[in-house]
């Protein structure tokens, strides 16, 4: 077992263990009589017990908490569904954030690649409030009349931040304010084989003048010792995602509406059990006992601060990852451009996971001009959520004017030439 596989391990049974351990010790000193070392134990155990309510208010465990209490209030609502939890190999998010489904039950679609359509969808919560949006007639975050055309100017691509996490307008919620007609078709957790897969089904509907993937590291690398996969090992596992890669002419027929139907009502079905489920506030009893909002405060402090190795792709899932790539500039006929977005990490790291995202592009077939490196540009503490990894409203706005600046840059361009 590797370091990953243990921490994976770890992560998913921590209650469990760390019971187990604690009433092993407990009853250990009791019947060693070590009174004295059972009272520090017992000490220590309540200090950490203290910082773990204080740190509770942060936790995942306590925005779920938050969402079931939106839910209740606003009738009709749906829980935010993301492709990466339909995903079935099993990492540190556990199995209990994996829904399991059968192409039965939301036929025609094989693999969901956005949430409920026309919903109020409920999101994330960082520095702001907890935030929710109206869901289009596919289910992504986007006004619904924006698809009235065949054709927009922007296509955003990407992962929580194209999908505009934890604020209240998203990169392409800000362009629309400049008069841009720009979709998103960003999800939470989406690498890149989930985006070459949404924007395959698009361009069988639709037509965007220029497409802007964002890539994050987690896309293709990971910090030594976190309990959670690349996003393109989990993804490459996936059968309909890689029969999307690999067969030229397969789609879905996602930006179809009518064939969501079946999958807006089995939306509709976890969300119900979600908001009548009553094990919440037993499981939150447990988690702060067990200590969890301390040991999830510990980790990300190691990852952001003091972790300075990385783990990256397999060659074997190397090669695919180009192949990706390759396939996402084919369809996009080049008029794509892919933005490198820094992480939280990026104030006290050395930048090695950039530098081999940008070898893995030198040995793709992209020009070098379609590479927009943002990751010492926006590598900026007033850009970051503080209680979060996300962007804050400031750094969404600074990289919507970028885009905004690139892309009219490049319709002037285009205009000239002609």
């Known amino acids: 077992m590797n370091l990953t596989s243990l921490l994976i391990f770890l992560s998913i049974n921590w209650v469990l263990i760390f019971f187990i351990c604690f009433f092993a010790i407990l009853i250990f000193l009791i019947f060693a009589k070590k009174f004295n070392l059972l009272t520090l134990f017992l000490s220590l155990y309540f200090s950490f017990f203290l910082i773990s309510i204080f740190l509770f208010p942060e936790s995942q465990i306590y925005i779920t908490q938050l969402k079931k209490e939106f839910l209740e209030e606003n009738k009709g609502a749906s829980l935010d569904f993301f492709p990466s939890s339909f995903l079935r190999t099993v990492d540190g998010r556990g199995k209990q954030n994996i829904f399991s489904h059968s192409k039965k039950l939301i036929s025609p679609?094989?693999?969901?690649?956005?949430?409920?359509?026309?919903?109020?969808?409920?999101?994330?919560?960082?520095?702001?409030?907890?935030?929710?949006?109206?869901?289009?007639?596919?289910?992504?975050?986007?006004?619904?009349?924006?698809?009235?055309?065949?054709?927009?100017?922007?296509?955003?691509l990407g992962d929580s931040f194209a999908h505009g996490a934890c604020v209240d307008n998203s990169i392409s919620e800000n362009l629309n304010k400049k008069s841009i007609n720009s979709i998103s078709l960003g999800q939470g957790g989406n690498g890149l084989l989930t985006s070459y897969a949404v924007n395959k089904e698009y361009i069988s509907d639709y037509q965007a003048n220029i497409t802007y993937l964002l890539i994050y590291y987690n896309d293709y690398s990971r910090e030594e010792g976190h309990p959670l996969l690349i996003d393109f090992e989990r993804e490459i596992k996936n059968t309909t995602l890689k029969k999307t890669l690999l067969e030229k002419?397969?789609?879905?027929?996602?930006?179809?509406?009518?064939?969501?139907?079946?999958?807006?009502?089995?939306?509709?079905?976890?969300?119900k059990n979600f908001i009548n489920q009553n094990r919440l506030n037993y499981n939150k009893y447990l988690y702060v006992l067990s200590l969890k909002p301390l040991l999830e405060f510990i980790n990300n402090i190691y990852t952001l601060e003091l972790s300075s190795s990385m783990r990256y792709l397999s060659k074997k899932n190397e090669l695919l990852f180009i192949q990706t790539l390759n396939s996402l500039n084919n369809i996009n006929?080049?008029?794509?451009?892919?933005?490198?977005?820094?992480?939280?990490?990026?104030?006290?790291?050395?930048?090695?996971?950039?530098?081999y995202l940008k070898s893995n592009?030198?040995?793709?077939?992209?020009?070098?001009?379609?590479?927009?490196?943002?990751s010492k540009k926006m590598c900026n503490k007033t850009y970051f959520a503080f209680n979060g990894v996300h962007f804050n409203k400031d750094g969404y706005e600074k990289i919507?004017?970028?885009?905004?600046?690139?892309?009219?840059?490049?319709?002037?361009?285009?205009i000239s030439l002609k």
């Open 109 to 156: 679609i094989e693999f969901p690649l956005s949430g409920a359509k026309r919903k109020t969808t409920i999101f994330c919560k960082e520095d702001e409030i907890l935030v929710s949006y109206e869901s289009d007639r596919f289910g992504f975050r986007n006004k619904d009349s924006l698809w009235e055309e065949k054709k927009q100017d922007i296509l955003i």
């Open 249 to 271: 002419d397969f789609t879905q027929g996602y930006f179809n509406e009518e064939n969501l139907n079946n999958l807006n009502l089995y939306y509709e079905v976890i969300t």
């Open 333 to 355: 006929n080049k008029r794509i451009f892919y933005i490198i977005l820094p992480n939280k990490r990026c104030f006290s790291n050395e930048f090695s996971e950039i530098n």
């Open 361 to 374: 592009l030198i040995h793709s077939e992209i020009n070098e001009n379609q590479i927009l490196d943002l």
């Open 400 to 414: 919507s004017n970028i885009i905004y600046k690139h892309y009219i840059d490049n319709l002037y361009e285009k």
